[in-house]
């Protein structure tokens, strides 16, 4: 380990004198370097424009031929791998100091995309000079998270197909099978909830690519036992309470269930009881 104090020796090469220093120089460790960066969010597929303020930060030489993703490390802790971001612009906040002083900086970089990067609510993010490797500002509210809504794609009950409603009958129970674009990537889908007329229903299976985001999800819905519509959510994660069920046939689930990511949909109940033409689920009347 390195001294916490050194005496240095003086040599003078012309009269070979050595005088004596005076006194020891004393080893302290540099400020805590601390860092704030808005905004404090990005699209894990979409490159986003992000801004540090380092407080402490040991000064970088600049020239011409300076390369800043050398000089300088954004790293971000995933789930399952480090990836780092792309420094754009390093400033010093006070010209008066000297380039390399332990000082204030703003540094502007672009976050990762691609292999390792996935919708995570807190992402441990680093920054560091690379050359003092030990002395870093670490963030902890950093997150990335999908700004586009899950949408629903397709409905088919076995009898009906449609982009975001279908047909099922009402006096028998209905496998559902459900696609979602845009599905969130951070929640486990043991978490993902599933109500038809604001009640529970079974989620029999559910598939998930996170390259795509897209999801499947086949429900077991019981037979409601009368005609009429009965709209249906899929909640990316725990209801929270106050949500209005009724969100889904007001449009209003952005506002009225926010806190989680849902999608939309609406099953159509006839009255299979009836004579109909074959193929075709509406009832005659």
Known sequence: ???ASVRPTLHMLRSGASPVFPANLFFTAPPAMTASVQPESADPVTETLIQFLVANFPGIPVTAATD???EITIEFQMPSARVYGRVTSYSRLDESLHPLAVQSVRIDAYTPVGTGVVEAAA????VLNSRFKAHVAEIHTFTFSNPRSPAIVSVSTGVDTGVDSAAAPKSVP???DVRVDNA???VARSLWIAEVGGRPVTIVDAMLDPALRAAKLVL???APGAAGQRYGMIAFGQIPEGCDRGCCAARTCATGCAGIKTACFALRYYDDLVP???????PLT
């Not at 992402?123 to 680093?126: E, K, V």
Request: cysteine-free; aromatic content about 0%; glycine content about 8%.
């Open 220 to 222: 077991s819905v019981g």
């Open 123 to 126: 992402s441990p993010l680093r």
């Open 174 to 176: 209905s496998e559902v």
């Open 276 to 282: 109909s033409i074959a193929g075709d689920p509406a």
């Open 68 to 70: 800043l993703n050398r």
């Open 184 to 186: 969130p990537t951070s």
């Open 1 to 3: 380990p390195a001294p």
